[in-house]
């Protein structure tokens, strides 16, 4: 899994509540465990005015020119504004899987739905929890502001905007430990490989039969 410490990027914002993981990446999409390859099919039913279907080519799909994420200035975004109980619905890791390969690095908004904010932290995408007042302000600048851009410094808690006003946001020790090392479920466990393997060999001695 990929480090987050820092991340300075562009912003777009998504003014919808309660977004729900088949908007995310709708059901006819998860037909692999890969975490990759998802990204073109992230918010499909919005992105496209026809009806996708895996292994279609996307780039001969028909856009709608009126969704947020299809607009030009927002073209390269990597942090997503949202509003409140995002990722609600069923508990398909494959909803931050998309969201991570179409780019984003965070998401910033008012609440999460409990399911979707574990899978985040468990693939290195980092979502942030801010009061309404500052997503209403950040909504605000964004929308006014052509190539809106701040900055998350993981390790200091802070989002930082341009005119230099600093948000605090709160994060557990152990998740925010996890991203800034870049350790998955799997790389926790491979921290302790050297006991595993002396595990694993004194097994063999005391239990000989189970490998026969």
């Given at each position: 899994?990929e ?19 088949d908007?995310?990446?709708p ?7 890969k ?9 499909d ?6 009806h996708?279907?895996?292994g ?6 028909i856009?709608n ?7 030009e ?8 504004l949202?509003?409140?109980n995002?990722?609600?619905g069923?508990s398909?890791?494959?909803a ?16 999460f739905?409990?399911?979707?904010f574990?899978?985040?932290f ?10 309404k ?6 909504f ?20 930082s905007?341009?005119d ?27 921290r302790?490989?050297e006991?595993i393997r ?15």
């Amino acid at each position: 899994m990929e480090k987050f410490i820092t991340h300075e990027g562009l912003v777009v914002p998504l003014d919808r509540a309660n977004v729900d993981t088949d908007a995310i990446i709708p059901k006819q999409f998860l037909k692999s465990i890969k975490r990759s390859g998802f990204g073109p099919n992230a918010f499909d039913e919005w992105r496209y005015l026809d009806h996708g279907e895996p292994g279609m080519d996307n780039s001969k799909r028909i856009k709608n020119p009126d969704f947020i994420l299809n607009q030009e200035r927002y073209q390269g975004a990597s942090i997503l504004l949202v509003r409140s109980n995002f990722g609600c619905g069923s508990s398909r890791e494959h909803a931050p899987w998309a969201l991570q390969d179409f780019g984003f690095r965070a998401i910033l908004g008012e609440s999460f739905a409990d399911i979707f904010f574990n899978n985040c932290f468990k693939n290195g995408l980092l979502p942030i929890v801010l009061s309404k007042a500052e997503i209403d302000a950040l909504f605000t600048l964004t929308e006014s502001t052509p190539g809106f851009r701040i900055t998350i410094d993981l390790a200091a808690q802070v989002v930082s905007r341009p005119d230099g006003h600093k948000i605090p946001f709160a994060l557990d020790a152990f998740r925010k430990e996890c991203l800034l090392n870049g350790w998955d479920d799997i790389g926790l466990t491979l921290r302790h490989a050297e006991k595993i393997r002396a595990f694993e060999a004194q097994r063999r001695i005391e239990q000989p039969w189970l490998f026969a």
